[in-house]
């Protein structure tokens, strides 16, 4: 019962940690690339527009569907390590 519980609790931190980590990058395109260093990033054409517009508009959106993608390829080798797989 108790290798259970701290199994359970290591599956739950590296959970916690794989989502904390997902949450940062995502803050960083969202909000510090779009947002908050959009004035270094004006000068660096990509696409007709500038940088920092382009991760405000498209590269937030595409990053955050990789994430996507990339918490669910994640989840499913913890899911297997800790012997939860499907």
Do not use: H
């Not at 199994?7 to 980590?21: E, F, M, Q, S």
């Not at 660096?44 to 955050?64: C, R, V």
């Amino acid at each position: 019962m108790a290798d259970e519980k701290s199994n359970a609790a290591a599956y739950w931190k590296a959970n916690v940690r794989l989502i904390t980590g997902c949450l940062i990058v995502w803050a960083l395109v969202s909000y510090g690339f779009a947002i908050l260093l959009r004035p270094l990033l004006s000068g660096i054409p990509i696409g007709g527009t500038d940088l920092g517009f382009w991760f405000a508009q498209q590269g937030s959106i595409l990053t955050f569907i990789g994430l996507i993608f990339f918490y669910a390829w994640r989840m499913n080798r913890l899911d297997k390590q800790f012997g939860l797989g499907e």
